[in-house]
């Protein structure tokens, strides 16, 4: 794994291998090279709302072989740049942006819950390098969550005077009963010489909670390339009523269930969540 991030600083070009790019967006993210001739399109990967790039790593490491797999940290997460405003429109922004940095022609586009809803975002402005589009459990609809209440949560917690990590998670525990999504949460912290600090941008994402779980879409929206959407089983977050919009936005969209996993379902059942995956992009 090679860990880059691109900043606005100055126009000089750095190179990475094969890559080159130009210091002019603030996005981190991670490459495999294909290990085999890299005869395939790269698949660029985004994850969900407070997530980050490291929440891919072991199914990147399964995916690579034919292609290049980058996956890469959103606005406000990880070790990418903060901003005040975090839209879809905004993220897309920042896709193409490193797509066109990186010098990439072509290639595949996957994105799980709000990284699923960029990726769409990405898809239906119809570009000229997307190949293959894959949705992760997630419908292009608006919908309701409970993630201002995790945020509120997150907010409580003295982080920058708590000495331990499990100091932390006991106190969440009051709020957050889920030992695996407390888990899943306290990754985004960073020790500091005392206490820790968030990486996430708790407060810009708090701001911008309605228009992460908004999704708007125009008359002319639409893009007919090959399309896989993945589904959790066991999942509440795309519905038998969201099954007509997704075929109209995507005619030639399939869509698979992966039995025995909700949400996170690439977690939950990785295997079969790989299998799927390469075939679809292999096919």
Known sequence: VRNHQLRCRDSRRHHHRSVHAKEVTDLHFERLDATDGGKQPPLLMLHGLLGSSTNWRSIAKRLVGG?????????????????????????ADDVEKLIGELDIDEADVLGHSMGGKTAMRCALRKPVWLRKL???DIAPVPRSSNFTLLINALRSLP?????????????????????????FLLQNLERQSRGFRWRINL???????????????????????????????????VSNEHIPIIEHLFPAVRITSIASAGHWLHAEQPQRFVEVVDQFLLR
């Open 134 to 136: 894959v949705v992760v």
């Open 159 to 183: 982080v920058t005077t708590s000495e331990t990590r499990q100091e932390l998670d006991h106190m969440l525990a009051e709020r957050i009963p889920q030992p695996a999504l407390r888990a």
């Open 67 to 91: 292609r290049a797999v980058i996956t890469l940290d959103a606005r406000n997460h990880g070790k990418s740049g903060h901003r005040p405003t975090m839209s879809y429109a905004e993220m």
């Open 203 to 237: 407060d810009a994402i708090a701001e911008q909670m309605n228009e992460l779980l908004d999704f708007d879409v125009g008359a002319q929206d639409q893009f007919e390339g090959p399309t896989l959407f993945v589904l959790g089983g066991d999942s509440e977050y």
